[in-house]
């Protein structure tokens, strides 16, 4: 009986490892850095949304948290990555619950090209969205970031 116990007891564990986990997190540059590994396997610190709770008051301060508190702070954030070409800080505003590691793997590599354009023009509003126009005069390209607020944030959705 005993040896049953402990078989299972060893078993526990397996479905959580078997997840597509993607771990949000803050390198120790101050960038955002992201990973299938728990933040501390990688040196940094998890800034992942806590989980949603209905014992905490809307609006509430969410403490260790990285996050756009409005759609100005959004877009600015967005617009400083196209600045610095840097798709993990793309990523950084991204809510990412819903993907796999491949879906997330894919859409940080569909940033990284298009964050490597400039950026022409960012326009939208929360509940449309925001276009990003990228590129040179005669050669852009769109891009369609959904918004969605969650946990007191306003968080990007990855254009498809």
Request: with cysteine; proline share 8%; hydrophobic share 40%.
């Amino acid at each position: 009986m005993k040896r049953a116990i402990l078989f299972l007891l060893l078993l526990a564990p397996l479905p959580a490892l078997a997840q597509n986990v993607i771990h949000r997190c803050v390198g120790a540059d101050g960038n955002p850095v992201y990973s299938d590994q728990p933040c501390s396997a990688v040196g940094a610190t998890s800034i992942a949304p806590p989980p949603t709770s209905t014992t905490a008051a809307p609006g509430a301060p969410t403490t260790g948290m990285l996050c756009a508190k409005d759609l100005g702070e959004l877009r600015e954030g967005l617009a400083r990555a196209f600045a610095t070409h840097d798709a993990n800080r793309v990523g950084a505003l991204v809510l990412w619950s819903g993907y796999g590691s491949n879906g997330a793997v894919d859409s940080i590599q569909r940033l990284g090209a298009l964050v490597k354009q400039p950026l022409l023009s960012l326009q939208g509003d929360e509940s449309a969205g925001l276009e990003v126009v990228t590129g040179r005069t005669g050669q852009t390209q769109q891009a369609h970031f959904g918004v969605t607020r969650e946990s007191g944030c306003l968080w990007l959705r990855p254009p498809a």
